[in-house]
């Protein structure tokens, strides 16, 4: 979390616009063609048209829910 939020993820405002502006520099960097921007409840189709490889069998993985990830950062 550091390197990421500056030492501050307990600071919700300030980990939004770090966020925000990460997102913001990856549409500018990144040419549309190649860019899917990608919610992780999309599943498996979206991705993997973007990819062009075909939509495995198996469910779309489900890891590091909000729960999860605030006990990571210490935030529970």
Do not use: M
Not at 20 to 35: D, G, Q, T, Y
Not at 58 to 63: A, C, V
């Amino acid at each position: 979390s550091k390197q990421v939020f500056g030492g501050r993820p307990h600071d919700r405002a300030h980990a939004i616009a770090v966020y925000e502006a990460n997102v913001e520099a990856v549409l500018k960097s990144v040419p549309a063609e190649r860019l899917l921007v990608h919610k992780l409840g999309d599943g498996w189709e979206p991705l993997c048209a973007h990819l062009g490889v075909p939509v495995p069998a198996e469910p779309y993985p489900n890891r590091n829910t909000t729960k999860e990830f605030r006990t990571a950062l210490s935030l529970n």
